[in-house]
């Protein structure tokens, strides 16, 4: 019975999750087919493809998994490291290194946990068709602490080979304004786990030399612009205020000193919305939209969407695109609620298509296709 058990638990794993009706949302570029690419992944948080087409899939609890083509899902990978599963904490961010079809390594983000407490990790290791090896952690948040909130995570190889990692603040606001600690941060660092030398606070024996920008909340998107290379992100503001910005050298974003968001009692927080010293964001969501995963779109499927900005929404069940001019945001439109999943993760698929995780029990990736295809 046991033999008879794995097999059949193996079989429902080979079944492509692709026979059911495509829904269909209307955008201002026209209906757009949502097909369900594969289901059945327990609150999915992060998709990088691989160069063979394949997704590699990251899940909260602790597992990460291949999706093929077909949208079938392998059984979860071995030697994961643990992870600590509390509230937003989890296996959270993955990304493929540039040379993957030499090296084979990824990048992954998680809450590690430690002495009761627990904060993000960096870690890399070589994908296997079964399992990780050579896993190796490149970076730990200091310090950890405990509660479940504010883990943060993405993670983005840079235009200049870099890893730039962006991290939540711990639900511990002031920690922001501390450059002693790595709790609402923009981290930069090499790819073997280095520190380069021209971060800008190297040398400075009040702060962290993996700091890059300072002053953030909880950053849970990230991407690069494909014309310039910068890194762009967004971070949750509290009720309001949430950001997009592009961190620059060394400069302070404000949180908590300054926000366009109140806290959820009301309250006022900080001294306002602009402080001396301390950047303003490149577009604000007040009310909040919870906003998760980020990606431009540079795909010729949807030629009315290319160059724009997609943003997910935890709180609505919808996407959002920015159309940009530069950086100067020129219009917004809110789509897929009739969808009405939370959104956690886009990604610009190598097919010319957008890609989306749901943050569900049972959660979905979703490609967006044109109704007319």
Not at 129 to 153: C, I, M, N, W, Y
Request: aromatic share 6%; charged share 20%; proline share 7%.
């Amino acid at each position: 019975m046991h033999h008879l058990a794995l097999l059949t638990a193996s079989a429902l794993l080979a079944v492509p999750a692709l026979a059911q009706i495509p829904e269909t949302a209307k955008t201002e570029a026209g209906a757009i087919r949502v097909v369900t690419v594969a289901r059945g992944l327990e609150n999915p948080w992060g998709l990088a493809f691989l160069p063979d087409g394949r997704l590699l899939v990251s899940e909260r609890p602790g597992r990460l998994r291949l999706v093929a083509t077909d949208g079938r899902l392998s059984p979860p990978l071995g030697n994961v490291p643990a992870v600590y599963h509390r509230g937003q904490g989890g296996l959270l961010d993955v990304a493929v290194d540039p040379d993957f079809a030499r090296n084979r390594r990824i990048y992954f983000t998680y809450a590690e946990p430690g002495d009761g407490n627990a904060g993000t990790a960096l870690a890399t290791a070589r994908l296997g068709e079964r399992q990780l090896d050579e896993v190796a952690v490149l970076f730990r948040q200091q310090p950890k602490t405990g509660g479940g909130l504010h883990f943060g995570s993405r993670v983005v190889v840079g235009s200049d080979g870099m890893l730039w990692l962006g991290l939540g603040e711990r639900y511990r606001r002031d920690a922001a304004q501390d450059l002693g600690n790595h709790l609402g941060k923009v981290i930069r660092i090499a790819r073997d786990g280095s520190v380069p030398a021209d971060n800008p606070f190297v040398g400075r024996t009040d702060a962290r030399p993996e700091i890059w920008s300072w002053g953030h909340r909880n950053i849970q998107g990230m991407t690069l612009h494909p014309q310039t290379g910068r890194v762009w992100l967004h971070e949750h503001g509290a009720q309001g205020g949430d950001e997009i910005n592009i961190p620059d050298r060394g400069r302070n974003y404000g949180w908590p000193v300054i926000t366009h968001g109140i806290d959820y009692s009301g309250a006022k927080i900080g001294i306002g919305s602009a402080a001396p010293g301390m950047e303003q964001p490149l577009l604000h969501w007040t009310p909040s939209i919870a906003p998760a995963g980020m990606a431009f779109y540079t795909g010729d499927r949807v030629p009315a969407w290319k160059g724009n900005l997609f943003v997910g929404s935890l709180k609505f069940g919808s996407l959002h695109r920015v159309v940009l001019d530069g950086s100067r945001v020129v219009a917004q439109e809110q789509m897929l609620t009739e969808i009405g999943e939370n959104i956690r993760d886009v990604r610009d698929g190598p097919d010319g298509y957008l890609y989306l995780a749901t943050d569900n029990p049972d959660g979905r990736i979703l490609r967006l296709e044109p109704a007319a295809d």
